[in-house]
T-cell receptor
Framework: AQSVTQPDIHITVSEGASLELRCNYS??????LFWYVQSPGQGLQLLLK??????LVQGIKGFEAEFKRSQSSFNLRKPSVHWSDAAEYFC??????????????FGKGTHLIIQP | NAGVTQTPKFQVLKTGQSMTLQCAQD?????MYWYRQDPGMGLRLIYY???????DKGEVPNGYNVSRLNKREFSLRLESAAPSQTSVYFC???????????????FGNGTRLTVT
């Protein structure tokens, strides 16, 4: 079965600093990968997705993520964070062969805190 | 531009009471889902509906029932609420079940349920 690990439960970053949130997955075949963001009291919003092709994907709000097959990782990055980026971030992995969203597995989330 | 709408936003139940969580989407999506979110657990799929007229169990279906009322609406029912069902419940939809085919999930803002 596939699994997703987000090693950092909390991360604190100063406003204007760069950010990297880690995501490692375990899956035997080619995965498809997502990053979602959840602001307080809100639902999850899709930041970006990887299906195939270019391993560096661009998303909304200035985020990007890089798929590294050799490291089974899909880390999320942003060059300069803003106070409005404070939120919970979820990585999710699914499989082409396993069907659709019923085979989507979410990580436990990383809580991002922005210091002034 | 409503997207996915959930009602109610908050609910407190006593053990043994029943209630129905409502969800509606206006994006003409075929597939709909119910997730629960618990601290440190990420999101777990309760039930999903690949298309109008079908429903299937997800990872944690026990204690819940669902109804796909029509293409727009997908409700979640707790027949006899238990404290273990205290959680935040999210409804989501996607164009079709195969999220790998550029059909990402769109989430509602959640229902916070407390069972005492």
């Amino acid at each position: 079965a596939q699994s997703v690990t987000q090693p950092d439960i909390h991360i604190t970053v100063s406003e204007g600093a760069s950010l990297e949130l880690r995501c490692n997955y375990s899956y035997g075949a080619t995965p498809y990968l997502f990053w979602y963001v959840q602001s307080p009291g809100q639902g999850l919003q899709l930041l970006l997705k990887y299906f195939s092709g270019d391993t560096l994907v661009q998303g909304i709000k200035g985020f990007e993520a890089e798929f590294k097959r050799s490291q089974s990782s899909f880390n999320l990055r942003k060059p300069s964070v803003h106070w409005s980026d404070a939120a919970e971030y979820f990585c999710a992995v699914g499989s082409y062969s396993g069907g659709g969203a019923d085979g989507l597995t979410f990580g436990k989330g990383t809580h991002l805190i922005i210091q002034p | 531009n409503a997207g996915v709408t959930q009602t109610p936003k908050f609910q407190v139940l006593k053990t043994g009471q029943s209630m129905t969580l409502q969800c509606a989407q206006d994006m003409n999506h075929n597939s709909m889902y119910w997730y629960r979110q618990d601290p440190g657990m990420g999101l777990r799929l309760i039930y999903y509906s690949a298309s109008e007229g079908t429903t299937d169990k997800g990872e944690v279906p026990n204690g819940y029932n669902v109804s796909r009322l029509n293409k727009r609406e997908f409700s979640l029912r707790l027949e006899s609420a238990a404290p273990s069902q205290t959680s935040v419940y999210f409804c989501a939809s996607s164009r079709n079940l195969m999220v790998g085919t550029n059909s990402p999930l769109h989430f509602g803002n959640g229902t916070r349920l407390t069972v005492t």
